[in-house]
């Protein structure tokens, strides 16, 4: 049954580098969410040399999408090579600042799965590093990178057609199949919590649709109502946001998706501006046969429908190259990035246990 855990989306190749201009590794394959971070960057143009994880049977099942890649020995190997620029990794949440910084260290770039860190002293010490080195330490983000009616959202708005933004409501249920989970998944001190994990999604959607460069948490809630067999495992959570420019968000996320729902989660987004609003449902059209990356808008000028799978891409894998290559900021800047983070850390830290 789909979870979210294996969600790796394919796009149409749109190379913005040479061939062999841009090489990157793979490693810490602890989260399924490598494969979609990969196949972006290869879209892209990046070419994949390296994979490295301790465990052979990850190794293997990666060289299954990927098989023009070459095992690595140690993560050494992958580090001390002055041909990657970039490092891609999905380790287990508690230990991806540390590798991050390992990278940096490096002289690489890092791209992780999120949520980047469990606590802020992992974050403060990446911030000094990746100042330090300056390299890059970047999130994927995939509720909004990776999904095409979110990346079309985001050039609505900033078009104007809906105003000035001032709410953001996201929905981020996921499919919990907890036989099909590792051992860390359940352990508090290793996911950090609802709303630092999943939680990150939505407040980083909150930060670039609204165009705020910080943002206050307001209240945060979260509750175990249906998995008490897990007892450190949150399966609900929910917050409230005000950005330093007004802006609100208010966003839910669970573990709570029932079987009979055709995919992972009904995750959505609403956006309301000043002279309209944006929904998306991302991911499923719920009881009808149309699928996900469904955007409806309705400002001054009406309502409109767009169907959107396939037709817009995933432009941030190749800015990202190009970031990289060039010194630049333009898929996603560092400040946003860490901001986004420190944010969900923050309410995962105050926020009220419930039911």
């Not at 495992?233 to 009979?260: H, I, K, Q």
């Not at 959107?308 to 333009?330: H, W, Y």
Request: charged share 25%; glycine share 10%; with cysteine.
């Amino acid at each position: 049954m789909s979870t979210g855990y294996d969600y790796a989306p394919k796009g149409k190749p749109a190379p913005v580098c040479r061939p062999g201009e841009f090489k990157f590794a793979a490693v810490a394959l602890d989260h399924g969410h490598i494969f979609g971070q990969c196949n972006g960057l290869a879209e892209a143009g990046g070419e994949l040399k390296w994979v490295f994880d301790p465990d052979p049977a990850k190794v293997e099942a990666f060289r299954q999408k990927f098989p023009q890649v070459e095992p690595a020995r140690a993560l050494n190997q992958v580090l001390e090579d002055s041909e990657i620029q970039l490092v891609a990794a999905a380790a287990v949440p508690s230990e991806r600042g540390l590798l991050g910084c390992q990278v940096m260290r490096a002289g690489k770039h890092y791209f992780t799965d999120k949520t980047p860190f469990t606590q802020l002293a992992q974050l403060t010490e990446a911030k000094r590093v990746a100042a330090e080195t300056g390299k890059k330490y970047i999130v994927y983000y995939s509720e909004r990178l990776h999904v095409e009616c979110a990346v079309f959202a985001g050039d609505l708005v900033e078009q104007g057609t809906i105003g000035r933004v001032v709410q953001v409501l996201g929905l981020g249920p996921h499919r919990l199949n907890a036989e099909s989970r590792p051992a860390w998944f359940f352990e508090k001190a290793k996911y950090g919590g609802i709303l630092c994990d999943i939680g990150s999604h939505q407040i980083e959607q909150f930060l670039f649709y609204s165009g705020a460069a910080d943002a206050k948490v307001t209240s945060a809630r979260v509750a175990n109502y249906a998995n008490k067999k897990y007892p450190e495992l949150e399966d609900f959570g929910d917050a409230t946001l005000v950005a330093d420019n007004g802006a609100a968000s208010y966003f839910r996320v669970d573990w709570l998706t029932p079987n009979g729902l055709r995919t992972w989660g009904d995750g959505r987004t609403i956006i309301l501006g000043t002279d309209g609003y944006i929904e998306m449902r991302k991911y499923i059209d719920v009881a009808r046969e149309g699928g996900g990356d469904q955007l409806f808008i309705v400002n001054q000028d009406g309502e409109k429908h767009f169907s959107l799978a396939g037709k817009v891409g995933f432009p941030f894998f190749g800015q990202l190259i190009l970031d990289c290559l060039n010194r630049t900021e333009s898929a996603m800047t560092q400040e946003h990035a860490f901001k986004a983070a420190e944010l969900c850390l923050q309410a995962q830290a105050v926020a009220q246990v419930i039911g």
